[in-house]
């Protein structure tokens, strides 16, 4: 290519970058109107629900070379960037960072949001509950480890919010200074990142090797580039952010690994159209209690994603997931008459079927 082809393509580029931030700047404009008539009915800043509405109506409109993803990455950006001018959002995770939950966290709330990073899902909801952090990321299940107990008994404690899901692909890597595995001595890790690579560990022998269970991944990375002979299950990120050579990528046993989080504050969302609802269900002894409950949400047609019991200071509860708005015809009515057995955790758009 000739050098003023080149320039031409380049100057149109800055072009089309100059109308870009023009049009940037008047949405901010937009946005922090909408900001001020929130201030003053005291509603929510982050309404997923519209955000999702946003993305929904340019993927159909969309005639260009951008996907949903891109969209997707683009916009959410966009929007993060613009509530954090309104209010600058302070979002506590499961850290450290560089974890699987700090990954879920940036991926909804961008780079400009401000970052705290908490070790224990139990002192994540405390920092919601007592405002120092706007929003919350925790874990809720696993596809190859099931659910979270600790998230589970704080929703039961805290009186916090779902309003979000995210389901993030899992994705492991053997990391470590050894050139070679059979050099390997050691194994950092988090248990159930242990558990996701079992095959991966026979299959090459390093089931045999002395694996040491630690609070997280990211962690396990911080010791294996300090410690010879080691080695680390961690995200890619966590090795990269440390300095660890990578060994092997991708080395989950399931080739679907995910985990769902939920994203936790202190206000409800409106419906969207395309909602799932999380409740818990505290039952009495009466026998058949739950298969009551059960039966009016199948004849209202509503439609279950989930049932997980679960023990909650020596009493058996539920964590059910139904598709659908706490609001919704049909389902307001069911969620009332059930209202003393029942604790609503949250309705908020329906990313993912089941994981
Ligand atoms: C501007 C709003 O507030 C936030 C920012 C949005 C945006 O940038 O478009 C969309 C939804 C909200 O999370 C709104 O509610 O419309």
Known sequence: MSEAGLLELRNKLDNIDNEL???????????????????????????????????????SLNEGKLNRAAIEALFLEIFAISRNLELPENVAYLGPEGSFTHQAAEGRFGAMSSYVSISSIKGIFREVDTKKARFGVVPIEN?????????????????????????????????????????????????????????????????????????????????AINEPGSAAICPHVGAKLNNLPILFENIEDKDNNRTRFFIISDFENGQSGNDKTSILVKLSDKQGALVDFLIDFKNAGVNFTKIKSHIAEGNSIFFIDFDGHKDDDGIKEILDKHKDSIKILGSYVKEIHDI
């Open 21 to 59: 931030l023009k049009l940037i700047n008047e949405r901010m404009e937009v946005v922090h109107q909408v900001g001020v008539l929130k201030a003053h009915s005291g509603g929510a800043i982050y309404r997923p629900e519209r955000e999702k509405a946003i993305i929904d109506r340019l993927e």
């Open 143 to 223: 596809s190859s480890n099931g659910i979270v107990t600790d998230t589970i008994n704080c929703l039961n404690k805290y009186n916090l919010k779902i309003i979000a899901e995210v389901v993030l692909d899992i994705h492991h890597t053997l990391a470590s200074t050894c050139d070679k595995v059979e050099d390997i001595k050691r194994i950092y890790s988090k248990d159930i990142a242990f558990e996701q690579c079992r095959k991966f560990l026979a299959n090459f022998g390093l089931d045999e090797v002395e694996q040491i269970p630690i609070e997280s991944t990211t962690k396990a990375a911080k010791i």
